[in-house]
């Protein structure tokens, strides 16, 4: 089981290059999903809403995390998508820290449940002593994968 409830794919692990803004890590965070046929049917859709996610107010929620999300018909079933930088982004978190673990919840509409359960996962992993400093230092998809898959 993964520490965030819910198997991350080989595919869904970003690790971000450069200084990306916000909208630059974003968008690479969606097309890594969209290009999943068997978990979202609509990448225009699901880039819609997370986007619109994010004018309503930031998902940096301070201490270095992102975790961007929505439910969205697109979603075909439950995905968690991770983007990782070393740099940190300008994400316009709550305390106005760089972000530096992108954690995108992408949910079928109608998922309230699961929804809130996933989160609580992740929210508990990353309180976790030292888990945040662990995924920051891996430098490749398969050494994030290994730390949240094990």
Known sequence: MSAFGLQVDPGLVVVLQGNPSKREALEQLVHALAAR?????GADELRQA??????VMSTG???GVAIPHVRVDAV??????IGI???GIAFGALDNTPVHIIVL??????????YLGLLAQVMLTLKMPG????????????????????
């Open 131 to 150: 888990f945040c400093e662990a995924l920051v230092s891996c430098t490749t998809p398969e050494a994030v994968l290994e730390l949240v898959n094990a």
């Open 37 to 41: 046929q068997d978990l979202v049917s």
């Open 61 to 63: 929620i301070g201490q």
């Open 105 to 114: 919840f992408a949910m079928p509409s109608g998922s309230q449940r699961v």
């Open 50 to 55: 997370v986007f619109a996610r994010e004018d």
């Open 76 to 81: 075909k079933q439950p995905a968690v998508v």
């Open 85 to 87: 930088s070393k740099e």
